[in-house]
Structure formats: C-alpha cells, structure tokens
C-alpha cells in the first residue's frame, strides 16, 4: 500500500471550515484513499472514501487532485466534537485488501 | 451503519495470566478481521489479519503464539494475549471489513498487566 504524509497538527476556529491535506505521491491505479479518525481514547471512525472523484457525505467532502498524488479532506463547519486524531490512507479496495498501514496521522483541534 | 462491538473494555490482569478479548460485528458479516495495538501518543499498529475460517496472519514482529487469533465465525474474532507481561500493557482495537477497504472499529480495549 502507498504511503501517506500529513502534517502533525492543525488548528481550526468552531464553525470554520478544516481542511486536511493529505500527500500519496505514490498512489497507483486500484488504490483507494480512505480517512478515519480517533477521538481520544476510542476506535477509529470512518469518514468517507474515494478512488479519483470528490465525495461528499453526511461528515465531509473529500477532494481529490486530477493526479491522484494529494487529497484533501473538509470538515465545512467544525465543532468542538471534531477535536481527533484524523488519519489517510490508502488501500486497494477489494476482497481481501483492506489491510492498511496508519501513518501518524494530523491531530486537529477546534477551538471555540 | 456498521457496528463493532468489543468486550472487554478494559481489563486488569497479573503477569503471567492470559487475557481473552472478543471482537464482534453486530450487524453484518465480516469475512476479514484485523487486530491492531497502539500506545500511548502513537498511531494504530496493524498486528494481524484474520479471515473467517482460516489461521491469522501475522505482521512482521509479532509473535503468533503469544497472540492467538481465532476467528471462527463471521461475527466473531478473538484475540487471546497469553502469558501476559507488563509491556503488553496497551490498547488493543479489532476493525472489521465485509471484504472492502472500508473498516469498522471496535471501541477498543485497555489492557493493563500488573
């Protein structure tokens, strides 16, 4: 699987906008970029997925470069409940693939 | 949507002991299982995958006797930390796939060895 780089933290202002970028120059072709995150103490949670489109779902949009190297994951209007740890990756998505390597990960806070 | 459940949630157990945690997919059928560890300020550690009816597979470092995985349903893994010692302290999460890339976490399960 495609490694992963996010930057360590990130603030954002309740109500704002938080935008996560995330690089996967290394990407190939049937690989999947998939964000989760973990709030303190718990288990991961998903957020949302795609392969080249943009997505959006009840949680967050999930813009995807025409290159596929970098993505970005927005939060349109953050509360304090955003507060966690949230992670990229990247997985090929099909039987038997789901094993995926977590990075570091980019700790957001949201502050009032 | 999906939900993982995992029991314990915490446990207290004497070094040496072996401590059993269960990992169970509530509303759908998981053919794939993963367990992962992670300490504190770190990231998630994949430890094995698991697929029903089939023996685990281990990462690179991890012992396969003293984490035995069983996953012998397709709502059901477990994960039994044998002989427990002091730095197995740690956080234990199970995720389950219905054989996509997506993955549902468990709540997790702290593990402490006194």
């Known amino acids: 699987d495609a490694k992963t780089t996010q930057p360590p933290s990130m603030d954002c202002a309740e109500g704002r906008a938080a935008n996560l970028p995330c690089n996967h120059s290394?990407?190939?072709?049937?690989?999947?970029v998939y964000w989760y995150r973990q709030i303190h103490s718990q288990g991961p949670q998903y957020i949302i997925h795609?392969?080249?489109n943009n997505e959006t779902n009840e949680m967050a949009s999930l813009i995807i470069t025409e290159d596929r190297k970098s993505s970005t994951l927005i939060l349109p209007h953050a509360t304090l409940r955003d507060t966690a740890v949230y992670y990229c990756i990247v997985t090929r998505s099909n039987t038997n693939a789901g094993k995926s390597t977590f990075g570091d990960g980019t700790t957001l806070t949201v502050k009032p | 949507g999906a939900v993982v459940s995992q029991h314990p949630s915490w446990v207290i157990c004497k070094s040496g002991t072996s401590v059993k945690i269960e990992c169970r997919s509530l509303d759908f059928q998981a053919t794939t299982m993963f367990w992962y560890r992670q300490f504190p300020k770190q990231s998630l550690m994949l430890m094995a995958t698991s697929n029903e009816g089939s023996k685990a597979t281990y990462e690179q470092g991890v012992e396969k006797d003293k984490f035995l995985i069983n996953h012998a349903s397709l709502t059901l893994s477990t994960l039994t930390v044998t002989s427990a010692h002091p730095e197995d302290s740690s956080f234990y999460i199970c995720s389950a796939s219905e054989g996509l890339g997506e993955q549902y976490f468990g709540p997790g399960t702290r593990l402490t060895v006194t």
């Open positions: 290394t990407i190939s072709g049937n690989e999947y």
């Open positions: 795609g392969l080249k």
